[in-house]
């Protein structure tokens, strides 16, 4: 079945970097673009990044999150990344990556949850 | 990108209809027929309940429905049922960035 899991969440100082991971199986990857989506506890959804479905040329972040994040994918694994650097407080959230279509987001994996702090 | 405006809760008896409203901006809603809504389980993930203003995915039930005029983009839940308690998000594309509502908490009363 179409199925999408995120890995690499964790805790990390401030100012820290970490990679997470997003597995895609059951579908064909390289047709889709995707999507980085977050949520911090207790609150609503935040669009963090998205990347084409070809080579991954096109990149697009949310002005909280640009020149610190990098959105990337490996066509041939089947996987989505997001790299964070300069991790803040605020970044702590539970981190969903998401298939786009429609200009949409229409899977959703299970989540990742990422907590900055001392 | 600053967030879209919902409501941040409705309510509603088992049968009858409710409905949530996203309201943005030219820019977003209004600019484009992008429109998404998404509901919420507490603890789970989303899940994309319709697409491109009034879209339902296949197989998803049909007592789910959007519509948008202007900057104000709607979902309405007919034939309200205990499993519809939940968060409903919806979402507009802006131009290569996209933007979350707030967030409309649905009590099942």
């Known amino acids: 079945q179409v199925q999408l899991v995120e890995s690499g969440g964790g805790v990390v100082q401030p100012g820290g970097s970490l990679r997470l991971s997003c597995a895609a199986s059951g579908f064909t990857f390289t047709r889709h673009a995707m999507y980085w989506v977050r949520q911090a506890p207790g609150k609503g959804l935040e669009w963090v990044a998205f990347?084409?479905?070809?080579?991954?040329?096109?990149?697009y972040y949310a002005d909280s999150v640009k020149g610190r994040f990098t959105i990337s994918r490996d066509n041939s694994k089947n996987t989505l990344y997001l790299q964070m650097n300069s991790l803040r407080a605020e970044d702590t959230a539970v981190y969903y990556c998401?298939?786009?279509?429609?200009?949409?987001?229409?899977?959703w994996g299970q989540g990742t949850m990422v907590t900055v702090s001392s | 990108q600053s967030a879209l405006t919902q409501s941040a809760s409705v309510s509603g008896s088992p049968g009858q209809s409710i409905t949530i409203s996203c309201t943005g901006t030219s820019s977003d809603v209004g600019g484009y027929n992008y429109v998404s809504w998404y509901q919420q389980h507490p603890g789970k993930a989303p899940k994309l309940m319709i697409y491109?203003?009034?879209n339902r995915p296949s197989g998803f039930s049909n007592r789910f429905s959007g519509s948008k005029s202007g900057n104000t983009a709607s979902l309405t839940i007919s034939g309200l049922q205990a499993e519809d308690e939940a968060d409903y998000y919806c979402?507009?594309?802006?131009?290569?960035?996209?933007?979350f509502g707030g967030g409309t908490r649905v009590t099942v009363l």
């Open positions: 990347i084409g479905h070809d080579d991954g040329t096109n990149k």
């Open positions: 998401a298939r786009a279509a429609f200009y949409a987001f229409d899977i």
């Open positions: 979402s507009s594309y802006t131009g290569n960035t996209w933007v």
């Open positions: 491109e203003v009034s």
